[in-house]
């Protein structure tokens, strides 16, 4: 996902959980990887991503009641380039 979509999601929705699934639908090569930060943390969205054979890298919400394992190497470079 770029940042024109990131920002059209923002602006047609101002949800994640509204807006994934519509841009991850678009033409375009499917990912291997999504990083996401925790508003990107819905069963929605990751049953949509693990449907499509995508990994979620997104750091789980602290009510989760099963914390999932997320590789933190791959958070680094997403965080960073949010800050």
Do not use: F
């Not at 991850?24 to 054979?53: F, H, N, S, T, W």
């Not at 890298?57 to 965080?79: E, F, G």
């Amino acid at each position: 996902m770029g940042a024109d979509d990131v920002a059209r999601l923002e602006r047609a929705t101002g949800s994640d959980v509204q807006g994934c699934t519509p841009v991850m639908a678009e033409p375009r090569p499917e990912p291997k990887v999504m990083l996401g930060d925790q508003g990107y943390d819905a069963d929605v969205i990751l049953g949509d991503v693990e449907a499509r054979g995508v990994t979620a890298v997104i750091p789980p919400k602290r009510n989760r009641k099963v914390q999932p394992i997320i590789d933190r190497h791959l958070c680094a470079p997403r965080n960073l380039v949010e800050r």
